[in-house]
């Protein structure tokens, strides 16, 4: 191995000399199947995290589009009320009659 780094951690003894002996048997070194193993385990959760990533990125979208949709929904019925109460406060609605104006007096001096 040309570019290498030296990685010790704490194993229980069972489990070390359990590992040592199905290694000899197999007649492979405990680094070459701990590489394995590490290379076969940033493999598979390295397609579980990008799928993971792929359903959030859906997820977000959905959540976007749905905030727009319910948003122009919003509009619609904000405009549909505001149309609505335009028309009650009319007496004739064919008619486009300003609102009567009242006089503070002024203009009677």
Known sequence: MTNTTLTNFNVPVRTQKRFDEVCHASGRTRTSVLVELMGDFILKQGQVIAERTKRFQEVDHSLRENRRIMGFKEFIADQSAKEGSA????????LDMPDPMFSDGQDDW
Do not use: E, L, M, T
Not at 87 to 94: A, C, H
């Open 87 to 94: 028309v009650s406060r009319r007496v004739n609605p064919n």
